[in-house]
């Protein structure tokens, strides 16, 4: 048995590392006027979670239909929507995309069979100029994967501000359940920047090893036993993961730093992690739908990144941190001081020290300043960016005022991060 339980644990694992699978993503397309009935009763069928982590036809259905497999609470909107204005620029068409020895132009790009995106949207200065579905409709909600976690840094800075909490106290100060845990001590700001000093990095090495305490929170968080058969709760598995090195020394992505994140933020306003991000963000946004939100077999909201949405209300998110966030919003939800905390609260010198500083920059061709409060790369012009498994991505340009939106089920042969990189130092010219 415990053969057994090693050898599907580590095929799921090696599943969550996003690898893209080899030959024509065609099939994406059947999804952009929506699934006829016997194809979506095939691919439900077909379901299983590692097919949802990997690229494959399933996978793609459940990208657009996650809360059919897994429970999901509703994140939801209230008011008017606020209706962007389009304005279709074509020089964008066709601005030239180069990346090791390929140059492709940009609408090529996201229209060609071998591209698994699903839904391209570019927004400069409160317009929409440029947007395509060429695998989903422009109503389907899709899966952000970790292009959620800002959602909970947001949060975060908002109960700051407000005085519910403070980034520079430690994890015990809120949840007392820490006491006797290797994070008892940890302070939030730690936990925000990804660099806690556990065993929780996401990394390849990670995902291939059962043992790893990521492996096993992952597993706890599916509602499946890890390597030794145990069948722990989300909470349980959190709190088990066990310390490396001390804190502060370098990027370690994970997304169990942004779980952590939402049992304080739910501590700290007492309310259901999906009722905070609809009452704070989605109520006060004029978005065009209804959000949702996966749980664990708990109840836990999996914040890290099982948010759907349109791809408009995840573009929408993105303008909250640019000048033209009145064009979404009454209020301003993303204060200056946290656009300064994110743009200043990294660590240039911890940013390699791990394994997606470096995957990055060479996505990007150039080197990001430092990673901060849950974004994965902040430049020295400071634009942002913050990318999802298997191909999701939100760019945004606060002095540019842009925003790049991406949903797909794959990554790029030309990486979209160059794409809307190349998108920013394009409109600075304009």
């Known amino acids: 048995m415990k053969r057994i339980l090693q050898t599907c644990c580590a095929g799921l694992l090696v599943a969550m590392s996003g690898a893209s699978a080899d030959g024509d993503n065609g099939y994406l397309r059947e999804a952009a006027d929506g699934y006829d009935a016997n194809t979506a009763y095939q691919l439900r069928a077909d379901w299983a979670l590692p097919k949802f982590l990997t690229v494959t036809p399933a996978g793609a259905y459940s990208y657009l239909h996650l809360a059919e497999k897994f429970p999901h609470a509703t994140i939801y909107r209230a008011g008017s929507v606020a209706n962007l204005a389009r304005s279709p620029q074509s020089w964008l068409r066709s601005l030239e995309i180069n990346w090791q020895d390929q140059t492709r132009e940009f609408h090529s790009l996201v229209t060609a069979m071998d591209s698994p995106l699903q839904g391209v949207m570019v927004i400069h200065r409160g317009k929409v100029v440029y947007e395509l579905y060429p695998g989903m409709r422009p109503f389907d909600n899709h899966v952000w994967m970790s292009n959620a976690k800002p959602v909970a840094s947001l949060l975060m800075s908002q109960l700051e501000e407000e005085g519910l909490l403070d980034v520079r106290k430690t994890i015990a100060h809120y949840l007392p359940e820490s006491i006797g845990t290797e994070w008892e001590n940890i302070k939030l700001i730690d936990v925000l920047n990804m660099q806690t000093g556990l065993d929780l990095e996401e990394g390849p090495e990670q995902r291939a090893n059962p043992n790893s305490g990521f492996a096993r929170f992952m597993m706890a968080e599916a509602g499946l036993p890890n390597v030794d058969g145990e069948l722990k709760t989300h909470n349980e598995a959190l709190f088990a993961i066990g310390k490396l090195h001390e804190p502060g020394t370098g990027f370690e992505y ?177």
């Open 254 to 430: 994970s997304s169990a730093n942004t779980q952590m994140l939402g049992l304080i933020i739910e501590a700290v306003t007492g309310r259901r992690l999906a009722d905070v991000v609809a009452e704070r963000i989605w109520m006060q946004v004029g978005m065009e739908g209804d959000a949702q939100i996966g749980l664990s077999p708990q109840g836990n909201a999996i914040i890290h990144g099982l948010i759907s949405s349109r791809l408009v209300d995840m573009a929408k998110f993105g303008m909250l941190y640019t000048p033209s966030w009145s064009a979404v919003s009454e209020k301003r939800l993303v204060s200056q001081r946290a656009l300064n905390d994110i743009r200043t609260g990294g660590r240039p010198e911890n940013y390699r020290k791990g394994v997606l500083g470096p995957k990055l920059e060479k996505l990007f061709g150039e080197p990001p300043k430092a990673n901060a409060y849950q974004w994965d790369a902040v430049f020295n012009d400071g634009d942002l960016y913050k990318g999802g498994m298997n191909g999701q991505g939100l760019y945004v340009s606060p002095d540019k005022d842009l925003v790049v939106a991406w949903f797909a089920n794959g990554f790029s042969p030309i990486p979209m991060e160059r794409a809307a990189r190349t998108i920013a130092m394009a409109v600075e010219k304009i």
